[in-house]
């Protein structure tokens, strides 16, 4: 198990930027896929982006792309979701998550993002 620790969430307009970070403790960070998923009020938790150990492979949901960029540190055990061009619609919890098979089996507790338009 691996414990995570999202911040960096806040408010901010429409246009605007954010930096959201998630500090990982436990096993070892490089061994893990890292992930940011959101979850806007009524809606279903939704994939935002990912990033393998060694950084080499990342993916974006189409929603984010060109605007969000996902890194991480391995040194540092953190991973970071770099938000710019905020829209209305970015409007969510932001989680970050590990997984070291298939599946997503390590949760942060979730940041809140809230951009005003």
């Known amino acids: 198990q691996v414990q995570l620790v999202e911040s960096g969430g806040g408010l901010v307009q429409a246009g605007g930027s954010l930096r959201l970070s998630c500090a990982a403790s436990?096993?070892?960070?490089?061994?893990?896929?890292m992930g940011w998923f959101r979850q806007a009020p009524g809606k279903e938790r939704a994939f935002v982006a990912s990033i393998s150990w060694s950084g080499r492979s990342i993916l974006y949901a189409d929603s984010v792309k060109g605007r969000f960029t996902i890194s991480r540190d391995n040194a540092k055990s953190t991973v970071f979701l770099q938000m710019s061009s905020l829209k209305a619609d970015d409007t969510a919890v932001y989680y970050c998550a590990a997984r070291a098979g298939t599946e997503y089996d390590n949760w942060g507790q979730g940041t809140q993002v809230t951009v005003s338009s």
């Open positions: 436990g096993r070892p960070f490089s061994s893990y896929t």
